[in-house]
């Protein structure tokens, strides 16, 4: 085994991507919760898929995200993370934090529109007919829509489907350019400007270094696997 | 954004001993800088060692023996610590030690240039981040495809807002990309992250700053560059990229995201220390700008030879699978121990200025970083254009006392031609850029290069434009102008009875 200058040729395997694509629904899926109004029982079942997902993370401890998603988890220990009061200060309507994306494109109703359109549109097309309580462009739903899109991913994964893994990466890079990746970074500036409790921050932190490792996992898969055809059986 | 109490720690391999570099010396050479310094047996054929004891380091040095190309695989065994990748670095002792004659002065000055490296980080966002896959050796087989690669990364820049001037016109990043990834959409400089290959050309070419590229900030390669000149001992400089191995001998490595991320700045700096070179990559380089690189050289060789100096500037070095062959550069006096900013609208003028001291010099030279605008007085109206356009500040325009003024600072100046392009005066040769150096120039500060009266409104008393349009303009129109009521009332007025 040869290496390049920045050592680009390793041989270690980290393990299957279909067990990838599983550990990433369970975070999206997590992290979409956490974003919602804050209730005990709830909490509580997020503590014990944290715990679970911790202890399923080890192959990716060396990826960007690992970190804030540690720091993620952890804050989902303490006692009472988040309070209904902090949650509507931050995150309710006219809160300091508004964590619709329509509320970080600016005054034209329009461009408002056109997301919360193209949004719907993207949710139709990957078959799910979703009913709203908060919003199409609310976070939770957009979070909860990557974690449908990545157990899409897995499930073709564990077919040995390469067409349909290609169908769906290109999804989740298109969903997360278009999307979270753009108004993340602006959300979690509010959270850190309204001195936000850790949960929310760290939460919101670790959407954007997911969703930005992501973006760019889920071009660089879809590049490799369009080489599927000349692949040696074996 | 920078953390002063970042935490930085050093591993070295206890091996360096056995190839000639006493472990005891460097370790309280380290303590000295007040780092963390571990030693660790057997780092370099057990690099495994890393992921234990890196936890808890914000930047990490690891000092082995040759392994540099390995690298990514040391980077890999940080990252499982929780050191970003931009926050680690590999130091190849043994390797670049070889052929110096004094070799422990030269690891403990390679040493320090690492560790000011790491403190001058600027600090890192997600985005800055890009994973990619490693490139297939060969075919592959299904069951290897449906495992996870390792995933190696490379910084990425990104556009710091309220810095960029693109909304006024600027585009030098676009202009200068050579991969065409950045594009400018309603005032806003969109990166496409697919086609960025992490060449910094953009981080160095931005007059404002507004390009963030952590790992390869002009920060930290200036921290380095200065640590060089400080510790090196009349070292040559030699500015290489992560594709070519540090050169042995006496020569002492600055890492720059590529050779065209050199700028003038950092060469004339690097040559008050000594001799200087830059390798060139060649076929691994995508970034195809050899030419800007080697017109920066020759503008650096023909601005010291101006000035009757000798200087040492080994041309553009191809590398052959990822080695460089420098001669011996002659050792000479210890270099400058501060140095001022490499990148950025002024540093390459406060370069130049520097180097050429009290001497009056006039180069022309197409390789210069600078330019002087020269502005006919005549045929300027004065419509304020250049300087709005001007991303630099270079170019100013200012009403006060009833009159209009154009001034001009030379130091500001990039040569970069959008004040020629926004100019509606251009074809009667209003302004027009001459590429070079002009040092009495440089040593005016800021200057009127233009002035006019300006003509108010006869209603309101709101300046309307200044008498050269107005006479502009009735040239131009001719009788249909020449009515008193378009010359001399404001838009406001324009209609109502005088």
Request: hydrophobic fraction near 40%; charged fraction near 25%; glycine fraction near 8%.
């Amino acid at each position: 085994m040869s290496f390049g200058p920045r050592g680009e040729v390793k041989s270690r395997a980290l393990g299957s991507w279909g067990r990838a694509a599983r550990f990433r629904q369970g975070i999206y899926r997590l992290l979409a919760s956490s974003f919602l109004p804050p209730q005990k029982e709830r909490w509580q079942q997020m503590q014990e898929a944290a715990k679970s997902l911790r202890r399923q993370d080890k192959w990716a401890r060396d990826l960007p995200f690992y970190m804030p998603w540690r720091e993620f988890s952890a804050s989902l220990g303490q006692k009472e993370p988040l309070s209904l009061e902090d949650y509507n200060r931050l995150l309710g309507p006219g809160g300091d934090a508004p964590p619709w994306e329509s509320s970080y494109l600016g005054p034209i109703l329009l461009a408002q529109a056109e997301v919360v359109a193209d949004l719907q549109q993207a949710y139709l097309r990957a078959g799910l007919h979703p009913t709203f309580p908060h919003g199409p462009d609310h976070i939770s739903v957009e979070l909860e829509f990557m974690s449908y899109l990545c157990g899409q991913e897995a499930e073709a994964w564990e077919r040995g489907d390469t067409r349909e893994v290609r169908r769906q990466l290109k999804r989740e890079g298109k969903f997360l350019g278009g999307h979270l990746c753009r108004w993340l970074p602006a959300f979690v500036r509010r959270l850190e400007g309204a001195a936000a409790p850790p949960v929310l921050v760290k939460g919101a932190y670790a959407a954007w270094a997911l969703t930005c490792h992501d973006y760019d996992l889920a071009r660089l898969l879809d590049a490799e696997l369009a080489f599927a055809p000349t692949i040696d059986e074996g | 954004m920078r953390d002063e109490r970042m935490t930085v720690r050093v591993l070295l391999c206890q091996d360096v001993e056995d190839k000639g570099l006493p472990v005891a010396s460097l370790l309280s050479f380290l303590q000295e800088q007040g780092v963390e310094a571990q030693v660790a047996s057997q780092l370099c054929p057990h690099p495994y060692q890393i992921a234990q004891k890196a936890k808890g380091a914000d930047q990490l040095i690891v000092a082995t023996c040759y392994r540099w190309e390995a690298a990514g695989e040391l980077e890999e065994y940080a990252r499982r610590a929780g050191v970003s990748p931009l926050a680690f670095q590999v130091v190849p002792l043994a390797r670049i030690c070889e052929g110096d004659p004094r070799p422990l002065e030269k690891a403990q000055a390679s040493l320090a240039m690492a560790v000011l490296r790491a403190r001058a980080f600027p600090g890192a966002r997600p985005e800055n981040l890009r994973p990619y896959l490693l490139p297939r050796q060969r075919r592959i087989t299904r069951r290897a495809l449906f495992s996870l690669s390792s995933l190696s990364y490379r910084p990425i820049p990104t556009v710091h807002r309220a810095r960029c001037r693109a909304e006024d016109g600027c585009r030098q990043c676009v202009h200068t990309c050579p991969h065409e990834a950045l594009e400018e959409e309603g005032g806003i400089i969109q990166l496409r992250r697919e086609a960025c290959t992490s060449c910094g050309a953009c981080v160095m070419a931005c007059p404002q700053l507004a390009l963030e590229m952590p790992g390869w900030s002009p920060e930290e390669v200036r921290a380095e560059l200065e640590a060089a000149l400080a510790y090196g001992q009349g070292r040559g400089i030699a500015f290489i990229c992560p594709q070519i191995a540090p050169p042995g001998g006496p020569w002492m490595a600055v890492r720059v995201p590529c050779a065209s991320a050199v700028s003038v700045a950092a060469l004339l700096f690097a040559l008050q220390g000594g001799a200087v070179a830059v390798g060139h990559c060649r076929h691994q380089c995508q970034s195809g700008l050899r030419q800007v690189v080697e017109a920066r050289l020759d503008f650096c060789r023909s601005l010291l030879t101006a000035l009757g100096k000798d200087p040492v500037i080994i041309p553009l070095v191809d590398a052959t699978d990822g080695h460089i062959d420098l001669p011996v550069p002659p050792l000479q006096e210890r270099g400058p121990t501060s140095i001022g900013p490499i990148a950025g609208a002024g540093a390459d003028a406060q370069a130049i200025l520097s180097l050429t001291g009290d001497h009056l010099l006039t180069l022309a030279h197409e390789g210069a970083p600078l330019g002087v605008a020269q502005v006919d007085e005549s045929s300027c109206t004065l419509c304020s254009s250049c300087a709005f356009s001007c991303p630099t500040g270079a170019l100013g325009y200012e009403e006060r006392e009833g009159q209009a003024f154009l001034s001009f600072e030379a130091t500001l100046c990039i040569a970069c031609g959008q004040c020629v392009e926004s100019c509606p005066e251009r074809e009667r040769g209003a302004i027009a850029i001459w590429r070079g150096v002009d040092t009495a120039t440089l040593r005016e500060g800021r200057k009127t290069v233009a002035k006019d009266e300006m003509v108010s409104c006869q209603r309101c008393g709101e300046r309307v434009a200044t008498a050269k349009m107005l006479s502009r303009l009735e040239g131009l129109l001719g009788a249909q102008f020449s009515s008193r009521r378009m010359a001399q009332l404001c838009q406001d007025c324009r209609g109502l009875p005088l």
